[in-house]
């Protein structure tokens, strides 16, 4: 499904991403764990092509990306129609509803038919738990119904990879158990393929298939999440898991 | 002396006060004709071309392409940089040298719309740098395009934070129209000055002119209250 070799990003002289190596199964859940400045974010980031790696190939359902050579615009519009991406910040179109912001790339970007993006964008809504939201505003919802939304407009492009960046950590605690049951519904119910930054170590042993421990932007070791987080091998894994429990 | 002698004129003599609110009402026709001809035509017609010229002028500023860049300050700088009255005069007064004759409203428009499109692009291009990169982002993430991303996700918010200095435009422009009377358009101020030219009334027909503007100036501010009240229906209280 993913296909990811020798990825590296560099932002002028500080290289963040020093070399990555990772294949995903169709279906799998990784989360992706590691002190700030590890480069996870940046990671993230570069599948969905927000960043543009500067070396390294990346393949997703059979469409491959190959860094050395200069990547085209509309090559990588495409490419990211692939992945969908939620922000740790929401970022929700705050001048449109819920539902407007579910339907807006239905409409603008795959040409689909208004009442028909309609439909679909309250299916989606209802089954993130807002079906009764769906004329609100951003401003009018809470941080956990927003980051709702968000999932739902990124799943209303069809996207083959979930890409989730932090999406619990602004949220108020008692916020955060929506946000992770939606995940975990689409995890097992659709069985979607899912890399998810986040530092909810309880979600990542129920639900991860696998989880990376990266710092210096390198993977420093990959595991079942029981092997991980009961019994890693680094010196340096240890330590932050340490720190963060 | 003399001061004390017109007030005291005015308010002790009838007569003279009748002469006065006669003038002040049969002036007043062809002042509000000028307005409605001309002044506010100008206003609007300016204030669109303007606004389409300010918006290319910051996506030029904006953009990766270093030509554009240079193109959009270079018109920036010049329009910012000379008075507006000399820009007029050299399109009514001076292009006919060079062959180019333009009737006086159009040349007007012309005058005008560059310098709303050079004074607004500043106003337009802070809007959308304050628009968050994550709108871009979040955008992009659903596959739009820039121009898909700019028109329907960044441009609304930026019009929504914009509305308040480009309505100090809107209104700057609709007083300096009456620059246009020095490029013979008979606009509002210009019919002031016809009528005061005969009568000698310089100060009653001019107050009458200054009031005329107030008033256009007020309906527009209720109107820009009620804009941003409209876009403000999104952003919390």
């Known amino acids: ?245 | 002396m003399v001061k004390m002698f017109l007030l005291s004129n005015i308010f002790t003599d009838p007569e003279r006060m009748n002469q006065l609110v006669s003038i002040a009402q049969t002036s007043l026709y062809p002042m509000i004709e000028g307005a409605i001809q001309y002044t506010i035509p100008l206003t609007l017609i300016t204030f669109v071309l303007g606004l389409i010229l300010a918006v290319l002028t910051a996506l030029a500023r904006l953009s990766s392409i270093r030509i554009l860049q240079i193109i959009a300050r270079v018109y920036v700088s010049i329009i910012r940089g000379t008075p507006l009255l000399v820009q007029l005069f050299i399109i009514f007064y001076g292009l006919p040298n060079l062959g180019v004759t333009i009737n006086p409203f159009i040349s007007a428009i012309i005058g005008f719309s560059l310098n709303v499109g050079a004074y607004a692009s500043e106003i337009i291009r802070a809007a959308i740098l304050s628009i968050p990169k994550g709108q871009w982002e979040a955008g992009y993430s659903i596959g739009m395009t820039y121009t898909q991303a700019l028109k329907r996700i960044v441009l609304p918010q930026a019009a929504r934070v914009s509305v308040p200095p480009l309505s100090n435009t809107f209104i700057s422009l609709l007083k300096d129209t009456s620059l246009a009377s020095l490029i013979l358009v008979t606009e509002l101020f210009r019919k002031a000055q016809e009528i005061a030219a005969k009568n000698y009334e310089f100060l009653l027909l001019y107050m009458e002119a200054a009031a005329l503007y107030w008033i256009l100036c007020t309906i527009l501010s209720f109107i820009q209250g009620s804009l941003e009240e409209r876009l403000n229906r999104y952003v919390a209280k």
């Open chain 1, 1 to 245: 499904m993913i296909n990811i070799k020798n990825l590296h990003k560099s932002f002028g002289d500080l290289e963040v991403l020093k070399g990555i190596d990772l294949e995903v199964e169709q279906g799998k859940v990784i989360v992706l764990i590691g002190p700030s400045g590890s480069g996870k974010t940046t990671f993230l980031r570069c599948l969905n092509l927000l960043e543009v790696p500067t070396d390294g190939t990346i393949e997703i359902d059979e469409t491959v990306m190959d860094f050395k050579k200069p990547v085209r615009k509309n090559s990588i519009t495409s490419f990211r129609s692939l992945t969908g991406m939620v922000f740790q910040s929401y970022n929700l179109f705050p001048h449109k509803t819920a539902l407007e912001n579910v339907m807006e790339g239905p409409i603008i970007v795959k040409n689909i038919a208004k009442h028909q993006a309609k439909e679909t964008a309250a299916a989606l809504l209802t089954k993130v738990g807002l079906g009764e939201k769906i004329d609100f505003y951003p401003f009018q919802l809470s941080g956990g119904q927003q980051q709702r939304v968000g999932i739902a407009r990124a799943l209303a492009m069809e996207p083959k990879v979930m890409l989730f960046d932090e999406p619990t950590s602004a949220l108020d605690p008692e916020l955060v158990g929506d946000v992770l049951q939606v995940m975990k519904d689409l995890a097992k119910d659709e069985g979607m393929t899912m890399i998810v930054v986040t530092h909810e170590m309880r979600f990542a042993r129920e639900v991860a298939d696998e989880v990376i421990f990266m710092d210096e932007g390198k993977i420093m070791e990959r595991g079942t999440p029981e092997q991980i987080f009961t019994n890693p091998k680094e010196a340096r894994t240890r330590k932050f898991l340490n720190m963060i429990q």
